[in-house]
T-cell receptor
Framework: NAGVTQTPKFQVLKTGQSMTLQCAQD?????MYWYRQDPGMGLRLIYY???????DKGEVPNGYNVSRLNKREFSLRLESAAPSQTSVYFC????????????FGEGSRLTVL | AQSVTQPDIHITVSEGASLELRCNYS??????LFWYVQSPGQGLQLLLK??????LVQGIKGFEAEFKRSQSSFNLRKPSVHWSDAAEYFC??????????FGSGTKLNVKP
């Protein structure tokens, strides 16, 4: 059972470079999410997608873009990376709005120099 | 605004001792409440959740949590901690249609 798969697991970028974090889930979930985790700050929502073809901003969307490619895949793009985007990024999915819990990937550790 | 507070950043307990991790939330309606655990280098795993009904909920790995509406709390407990419980624990509130709000986490250290 793969669940939620994120790639890459580690990435080092220079300031100004771009990259895309990929996420795929095989649980047929409708909703998908991107969070960032920073020490002492818990998880903060970047973007989410309630269904294929829709995306919405979360708490900290600046500097990021997302694409819900299909029901399985939800990618996060950094167009011009900044050191403040150094973080661990988690993708999550959710079967049912309201009461369903989030299922998380293992995370992608990004360092921007 | 919705918020989740975990007042303890670090907690150390001896193996075999009881554990209580605190969580307070701020939310206008009846919340959906969750506890997640994160081992180093891993994603978050659901321990337990509360939606309605019995305010004492049982989870995996011997954990339980009690919802107290009057105190806006959802504290996590375990009667006897094992060394393998050392991890970071996150409380979360599910609110609105698609939003989750996470606390800042409590790191648990277990002394042998």
């Amino acid at each position: 059972n793969a669940g939620v798969t994120q790639t890459p697991k580690f990435q080092v970028l220079k300031t100004g470079q771009s990259m895309t974090l990929q996420c795929a889930q095989d649980m047929n979930h409708n909703s998908m999410y991107w969070y960032r985790q920073d020490p002492g700050m818990g998880l903060r929502l970047i973007y989410y997608s309630a269904s294929e073809g829709t995306t919405d901003k979360g708490e900290v969307p600046n500097g990021y873009n997302v694409s819900r490619l299909n029901k399985r895949e939800f990618s996060l793009r950094l167009e011009s990376a900044a050191p403040s985007q150094t973080s661990v990024y988690f993708c999550a999915s959710r079967k049912r709005e309201g009461t369903g819990e989030l299922f998380f990937g293992e995370g992608s550790r990004l360092t921007v120099l | 605004a919705q918020s989740v507070t975990q007042p303890d950043i670090h907690i150390t307990v001896s193996e075999g001792a009881s554990l209580e991790l605190r969580c307070n939330y701020s939310y206008g309606a009846t919340p959906y409440l969750f506890w997640y655990v994160q081992s180093p280098g891993q994603g978050l795993q659901l321990l337990l959740k509360y939606f309605s009904g019995d305010t004492l909920v049982q989870g995996i790995k011997g954990f339980e949590a009690e919802f107290k509406r009057s105190q806006s709390s959802f504290n996590l407990r375990k009667p006897s901690v094992h060394w393998s419980d050392a991890a970071e624990y996150f409380c979360a509130v599910g609110a609105d249609f698609n939003k989750f709000y996470f606390g800042s986490g409590t790191k648990l250290n277990v002394k042998p």
